[in-house]
């Protein structure tokens, strides 16, 4: 059975549609497909299968007649009236016109036609609904960004014009676009997924389908005739110098420049020298533009001799992925972390905001110092180093202020209370705990790190005076008889009342509503606004919770 496909997918046996419009095969079995509304419907779609049929009737084999024979036979004893409905749906003509012959044929080549021409015509449909659904972009525009939606069987030029609408339309971004006349001075560009920091500019007269445009990839819309400033390091001289390209500047020309004796390098001429870029590990094709490459207001580039890289093999825990950079001897360990975030950036895959991560070696269970050169680490050339997170920043409510303080995988509540006392003034530290957002108090034996993955990212830990032991008890104002109930409470004797009296009303069974004040035994009127501490309340007393019904109110305690 011959196999049709898409012809513009261009697949070495797919057929040409050009080759189907020329035909004229009238008839599919007996019937007319002139005639047949269903063929009408469909146009070439009838004709392209009409080819297949004919072609196919050739290799029909002894055992294919009999099956066909025997078709005939349970088509013969149908009712007539069952069957003419049947052949008036599929055909759209009346059962009376067809004759046994072209009904044994039609059920066979039916089946034939519905397999190979749904193939033609799924697969058309499919390509036309992908190159005509939208896909929303990030458009970058002079360091703003908008949001537009393309689809993909668009000229780039015409979508340089849409988007140019959008940002005129748009009032959050700078409308200094309306100063270019010439919309062909503009170009559109977008970030290599496979060659990080390189950008790929489309061309003018291509449609988006052939570049790989996905669902919030972020394009690049630059004016040619714009001036771009990247800051260069020489180490060799321990200057910088701020280096202005246009358009069409070479990486090459940017070398030769700054090797000129005028510029006041005096670099040894005798040697190869590059421009390497430690954010993204890569040296820069001298062959290519400045402005190939996706350089920020922070990108800092750096006039080097060039000496061969060693492949860096890297695994990442939080996605158990391995990957590889080529990293300079020379580079320090600070900048191939850089290296490493900027990839995972370009591969869209999201760090864990509250982590500061590191390069750890599991051979000698240690890590890198960010100051140290790569080369120091000779098990950098023989193993996998590990890029995880070495220190977690905890977010701790203290008397005076909110500190954020890393925590690594061995500190313990004991530790971070001693580091508390040297960071918070006027506190009496041998009272003071450490406590979870739920008021539970941390054992002095428990690990942070363990702590800090069962709370929230946004949550603080409270660093308060250590909960103490009091009696409340329950007085109602009408009564005359006293309320022998007395609960222990533990409770925050540095809070405002305030914020625990809900807590004494919901363990007496009192509604909030009914309450009336804190009192002490001997009728002392507590200020809510105001702590135990403050009112010198001491440890362990006992306080009445004084209360009144409202009948006309059914309030929730």
């Not at 580039?301 to 990442?316: H, I, P, S």
Request: aromatic share 10%.
């Amino acid at each position: 059975m011959p196999v049709l496909m898409n012809s513009r997918f261009d697949h070495p046996q797919s057929a040409k549609l050009d080759d189907f419009q020329g035909m004229t095969n009238p008839k599919v079995g007996n019937h007319n497909t002139d005639t047949a509304e269903g063929f009408k419907k469909y146009g070439w779609f009838a004709t392209t299968t009409n080819r297949l049929v004919m072609g196919s009737k050739d290799k029909h084999s002894k055992d294919e007649k009999k099956s066909l024979d025997e078709l005939s036979k349970y088509g013969s004893s149908t009712s007539s009236s069952a069957l003419s409905k049947k052949m008036e749906k599929r055909y759209g003509a009346s059962s009376s016109n067809i004759s046994d012959i072209s009904l044994r044929g039609s059920f066979v080549e039916e089946s034939i036609l519905g397999v190979d021409a749904f193939r033609v015509f799924s697969n058309t449909v499919l390509v036309e609904e992908v190159s005509n659904k939208p896909v929303q972009v990030n458009v970058c525009w002079r360091q703003s960004f908008i949001n537009t939606k393309i689809t993909l069987d668009t000229l780039v030029k015409d979508a340089i014009f849409t988007i140019v609408q959008d940002i005129k339309a748009e009032k959050s971004i700078a409308n200094d676009i309306d100063m270019i006349s010439d919309l062909s001075l503009l170009v559109l560009g977008k970030v290599d997924y496979n060659s990080p920091g390189l950008r790929v500019w489309l061309n003018p007269d291509s449609n988006f389908a052939i570049y790989d445009i996905k669902q919030g990839d972020e394009l690049l819309l630059k004016y040619t005739l714009d001036i771009g400033v990247v800051l260069v390091s020489i180490p060799a001289r321990s200057t910088k110098i701020h280096l202005e390209y246009n358009f069409d500047f070479l990486v090459s020309h940017a070398i030769a420049m700054l090797r000129n004796p005028d510029s006041d390098t005096h670099l040894d001429k005798k040697e190869r020298w590059g421009l390497y870029c430690p954010r993204f590990g890569m040296w820069l094709d001298e062959t290519k533009t400045l402005f190939s490459y996706n350089f920020t207001t922070d990108t800092i580039l750096e006039l080097r001799a060039l000496v061969n890289e060693f492949l860096l093999r890297l695994y990442l825990p939080d996605f158990d992925q391995k990957i590889a950079i080529k990293v300079l001897p020379s580079l320090l360990v600070s900048d191939v972390m850089a290296m490493v975030q900027c990839q995972l950036h370009n591969r869209k895959l999201k760090l864990y905001t509250n982590g500061q991560y590191g390069l750890f070696i599991t051979s000698t269970d240690s890590w890198m110092q960010p100051d140290a050169v790569i080369e120091s680490y000779a098990m950098a050339k023989t193993e996998s180093i590990h890029f995880c997170i070495q220190y977690q920043f905890v977010a701790i409510q203290t008397p005076n202020e909110n500190l954020n303080i890393p925590v690594d995988k061995q500190m313990l509540v004991h530790s971070m209370l001693k580091k508390l006392e040297q960071e918070t003034q006027n506190a009496n530290h041998e009272s003071y705990s450490l406590y979870l957002p739920t008021n539970e108090k941390l054992k002095d034996t428990e690990v942070l790190w363990n702590v800090i993955k069962d709370i929230s990212s946004t949550d603080k830990l409270r660093y308060r005076l250590t909960s103490q032991k009091a009696l409340i008890s329950a007085f109602k104002v009408e009564s005359t008889e006293s309320n022998s109930v007395e609960i222990e409470v533990e409770v925050d004797f540095s809070e405002p009342l305030s914020s625990i009296v809900h807590y004494f009303c919901r363990r007496l069974g009192i509604r909030y509503s009914e309450f009336c004040q804190l009192q002490l035994v001997n009728q002392t009127k507590l200020d809510l606004s105001m702590s135990f501490l403050s009112q010198g309340v001491p440890f362990g007393s006992k306080i009445f919770v004084v209360w009144k019904t409202h009948p006309s109110k059914n309030a929730s305690i």
